[in-house]
């Protein structure tokens, strides 16, 4: 079974802080995405990542940035963080070919920032 | 451009109702098409898919079918139970950008 595992469930920070969500795939998947989720937006993309070192930027990338060193990790960075961040942060991994290869999500980061 | 459609919930029925959770896209050419399911505290899982007009998805007694005519892709369940309270994702992929169209998100609440 694939698993998709967010480093923190919760986490609470203040405004300006760096903040760093990680995300590690078990499945050797070359697509990997994150997303936050707020009450009545759906889902919105923040950045993806189709192989090592390459990043795109999604719909609402102002403000972050991402990393993915290696295959099986893409970490998403809040440089300064500000209360508008305060969201549900989700992770997601898949097969190239998104038409039959379903997006595999995390349980997510519930990320506060005060 | 691309888009989807959902209904807006929170959707209420009681254990053993029947579900509508309506779905249009508007997409250029072929695009396949996806039902989402987020229980609670949970992230995001397949329910079920389609990738061609016509075709019917089905999992869990969840049906949706592809209907290129009426650009929809609405989900059913004949009898539902407790068990499927959880907010319910439209999504469509047109394979243009990698990237998912996603709906809104309808909350569905079953009471016993």
């Known amino acids: 079974d694939v698993k998709v595992t967010q480093s923190s469930r919760y986490l609470v920070k203040r405004t300006g802080e760096k903040v760093f969500l990680e995300c590690v795939q078990d499945?050797?998947?070359?697509?990997m995405f994150w997303y936050r989720q707020d009450p009545g937006l759906g889902l919105r993309l923040i950045y993806f990542?189709?192989?090592?070192?390459?990043?795109e930027k999604g719909d609402i990338p102002e403000g972050y940035s991402v990393s993915r060193e290696k295959k099986e990790r893409f970490s998403l960075i809040l440089e300064s963080a500000s209360t508008n961040q305060t969201s549900m942060y989700l992770c997601?991994?898949?097969?190239?070919?998104?038409?039959?290869?379903?997006?595999?999500f995390g349980n997510g980061t519930r990320l506060t920032v005060t | 451009g691309n888009s989807v459609t959902q209904m807006e919930g929170p959707v209420t029925l009681s254990e053993e109702a029947f579900l509508t959770i309506n779905c249009t896209y508007t997409?250029?050419?072929?695009?396949?098409l996806f039902w989402y399911v987020q229980y609670p505290g949970e992230g995001l899982q397949l329910l079920l898919k389609?990738?061609?007009a016509d075709d019917k998805g089905s999992n869990k007694g969840f049906e949706a079918t592809y209907r290129k005519e009426t650009t929809s892709f609405h989900l059913e369940k004949g009898s539902v139970q407790v068990s499927d309270s959880a907010v319910y994702f439209c999504?469509?992929?047109?394979?243009?950008?990698?990237?998912?169209?996603w709906g809104l998100g309808t909350s569905l609440a079953v009471n016993p």
């Open positions: 997409a250029t050419g072929y695009p396949s």
């Open positions: 990542s189709y192989d090592v070192k390459m990043k």
């Open positions: 389609a990738t061609k």
């Open positions: 499945m050797d998947h070359e697509n």
């Open positions: 999504a469509l992929y047109a394979g243009n950008n990698r990237k998912l169209i």
């Open positions: 997601a991994s898949s097969f190239p070919g998104q038409s039959n290869s379903p997006l595999h």
